[in-house]
């Protein structure tokens, strides 16, 4: 008898591409896309990442300079251990050069379009595909 709780289905696989909206590079005819993994359990080097950054401050308010911190830290982890290429780029993609668009952006007080990279990333759903109920026995 097959497992009734066989939720593999559900695991995120696969990569999903990701339109940074309004970032058109010098001589490209479209805004930057970026190509990535899931970024959260399904993802160890990632989580490891995330796991193995010290905890965060004492709890009182952050200034500015650490809310650029923080969104420079996501961008290296987002470069580093989610993102594996791009497109709309006129350069081959490597970790480094995503990390430094990426901080670019936020040093240009665009924080808000690295922010939503990695809510598209983060969201499980947007990897793989749900099978139809009769794929799981429901039709």
């Known amino acids: 008898m097959p497992n009734p709780f066989d939720f593999s289905?559900?695991?995120p696989q696969g990569t999903a591409k990701y339109t940074l909206d309004g970032v058109i590079m010098a001589g490209q005819?479209?805004?930057v896309r970026?190509?990535?993994k899931h970024?959260?359990?399904s993802n160890a080097a990632y989580m490891n990442a995330v796991l193995s950054e010290?905890?965060?401050r004492d709890g009182g308010a952050k200034t500015a300079e650490q809310m650029d911190e923080d969104d420079r830290k996501?961008?290296?982890r987002l470069a580093r251990y989610v993102l594996t290429g791009w497109?709309?780029?006129p350069l081959a993609f490597t970790p480094e050069l995503c990390e430094q668009m990426l901080v670019n952006l936020i040093d240009n007080q665009r924080p808000d379009l690295v922010?939503?990279?990695f809510i598209f990333f983060a969201d499980a759903d947007r990897f793989g595909s749900m099978p139809s109920a009769e794929v799981l026995g429901n039709g």
């Open 34 to 36: 970026l190509i990535g």
């Open 9 to 11: 289905h559900l695991k």
């Open 74 to 76: 996501l961008a290296k």
């Open 115 to 117: 922010r939503a990279a």
């Open 87 to 89: 497109e709309n780029v």
């Open 54 to 56: 010290p905890e965060g």
């Open 29 to 31: 005819p479209a805004p």
């Open 39 to 41: 970024a959260g359990r």
